[in-house]
């Protein structure tokens, strides 16, 4: 039995750089697969839909075999979706906070690709062919941009795990991978320190275990989920300084820790919310309802929007608070340079383009102040933002009578 053993391994070690292809479908269906002998070993290959593809295959793997590189043409067969699957748990869901947001994107992604397309097959036609497909979906240039940047990540670690030479996407010209997105500049959420003070009043008012929090957002420039995060230790008083260190319990977006300075009004603020904090944990901003971590799912959206519209200022979102931050804070003659380092932005380029908008009212009364000639009569006061929420009250009153 060993001898016939010996045998059966010296033939098929003579024929390592030999293969088959087999009929495995039916006349209407046709599916093929290829079978060859590598190292005493038979390996197979199926799914192949035409029998030109599979004797294709075969030839690189003679090609190969003969030319001693079948490792890097095998790796180079591995699956996009095993590839996908490698990059979600090992750097995705250890690195990123976006990592519930990456698996989610991914299964739009695997349904257009499927799980049987190898990563070498991923072609810029292909990746053209996703974002028409994606734009035909109705999704928005922006949320277009987030899949193709996964797709892009997923296609570079496969070129650093060894399974591609180069990426695709490095054939695309600059600036022609993703969609144009469109960036109107906004007027900042709060126009005014007055502004802000209503809305912090009103939550105080209305749900006063949400101020500490919110009074934070807003002067400081923090995300919720650093806030979330933040912990008592972080909070030198003293020194009024607070250290951002983590988003939840993930690294901040920018991947490293910042100093904010604390405000003398913040600081009595924290002050206060140790002292009324029923918790008294580790945690500067539990969940008030329950202890813990705040989560993403938090109903902070609504706890602003009812404090919005207590306080006759525009609804929105949390994240605007960031936004009202650095507007805020320029309107009243800081540094671009301070709210960049504030915020934790790569340069100040960034936050003047994406935050530093001024409000209306403050440059025309800044037109006022500094481009006084005294050569006319002064004209007319502007319609400011509160005035014309004024006047449409009185229209809807009027209306109402």
């Known amino acids: ?57 075969l030839a690189r793997v003679r090609t190969a075999l003969s030319d001693g590189v079948l490792d890097a ?20 869901e250890v690195r990123l906070r976006s990592h519930a ?39 928005a240039p922006a949320t277009v941009n987030r899949y193709l940047a996964l797709l892009r990540s997923v296609l570079n670690f496969a070129v650093t795990a ?64 650093e806030a979330a995060g933040l912990r008592w230790g972080d909070v030198d008083l003293p020194r009024r300084l607070v250290t951002i260190r983590r988003s939840y319990e993930a690294p901040p977006k920018s991947g490293r820790a910042r100093t904010v300075p604390i405000s003398s009004e913040l600081a009595g603020i924290l002050v206060e919310h140790r002292a009324h904090d029923r918790w008294a944990g580790e945690l500067v901003f ?31 979102r949390v994240h605007d608070l960031r936004h009202a931050h650095a507007s805020l804070w320029l309107m009243a003659g800081g540094s671009l340079a301070d709210v960049q380092r504030n915020l934790g932005h790569s340069t100040p380029m960034l936050t003047s383009e994406t935050y530093g908008h001024i409000a209306e009212d403050h440059r025309i009364h800044e037109a006022d102040q500094r481009l006084a000639l005294g050569i006319g009569r002064p004209g007319p006061k502007p319609l400011t933002v509160t005035s014309q929420a004024a006047e449409v009250g009185a229209d809807a009153r009027a209306e109402g009578a």
């Open 1 to 57: 039995m060993r001898d016939a053993t010996v045998k059966r391994q010296r033939r098929r070690a003579g024929r390592r750089d030999f293969g088959t292809i087999k009929s495995d479908g039916s006349p209407t269906n046709p599916r093929f697969s290829v079978r060859w002998y590598e190292g005493g070993r038979q390996r197979r290959k199926r799914g192949f839909e035409q029998r030109g593809d599979a004797e294709g295959f």
């Open 73 to 92: 043409h095998r790796r180079s067969q591995v699956m996009l979706a095993t590839v996908a699957d490698e990059w979600l748990r090992t750097h995705s």
């Open 101 to 139: 947001d990456n698996q989610e994107r991914w299964k739009r992604l695997e349904k257009f690709f499927g799980r049987e397309l190898a990563a070498s097959d991923v072609t810029p036609t292909r990746i053209l062919e996703l974002r028409s497909h994606l734009r035909s979906e109705g999704l």
């Open 162 to 225: 060894g399974y591609l030479q180069a990426s695709p996407v490095r054939r695309f010209a600059r600036g022609s991978f993703l969609l144009s997105e469109p960036r109107p500049k906004r007027s900042p959420p709060l126009a005014s320190n007055a502004e802000a003070a209503r809305l912090l009043e009103a939550i105080r008012d209305g749900q006063r275990e949400w101020f500490g929090l919110f009074a934070f957002l807003l002067l400081t420039g923090a995300r919720r989920g």
């Open 286 to 316: 539990p969940d008030p309802p329950a202890g813990g971590m705040l989560s993403p799912n938090a109903r902070l959206a609504a706890v602003l929007d009812a404090a919005c519209k207590a306080a006759g200022v525009a609804r929105m």
